[in-house]
């Protein structure tokens, strides 16, 4: 790794990961006959299942040649935030996060099992992030921001920030990294089970 994060959550903390962030979203949208309510009122014909495997698809294929974020830093003076172009990058085996910036202040990597939680204003509420940081986004910003909480090689819980896209983006975010998040614990746990044979 290299120097550890400047972002608007170079900050230590403790805490327990929430349950959602272990389990893959699935059993909160209603099917009705095997098909899925559309934006426009009708039917869409493919499962959740489908849509959820084409969203994290698209997320492995922007992030394995290495996906454009915005990263937020907080400042200790004003203007208390600064927005800086970054790439995410993920490895072939899917294991590994890689995360820079373009002013090169910022670069880092985490192993995928080390992902601790990752937070949103829609589901956590504004006090999950940096009060300066609240108060420097317009409120469509603050819809599409998230706050990834990882474990660093010291063993320290260490966050950053970055701020989507759009809403939807953020989501995509959000479900890639808790599909990509339990597919390496599965895996992780059937390479540590003795093998037989």
Known sequence: MGNMPRCCCADHVTMEPR?????????????????LMGKDGGYDVRTETEQLQETVSAFVRSASRGRPVQLLRQLSDPPWLERVDGQLRLSKDLHQMFLTSSDEETDFSFAVTDIRDVYTVEDDGEEAFPKTMVESLNEGELRCIVRVYYRASSGQTLSFCLLEGSPAMR?????????????????????????TG
């Open 19 to 35: 349950e959602s962030l272990l389990t893959v979203p699935g059993a909160t949208q209603e099917e009705k006959g095997g098909r």
């Open 171 to 195: 989501t995509h975010f959000l479900q890639s990294m808790r599909v990509l998040f339990t597919r390496a614990e599965k895996l992780a746990e059937q390479s540590a089970q003795p093998q």
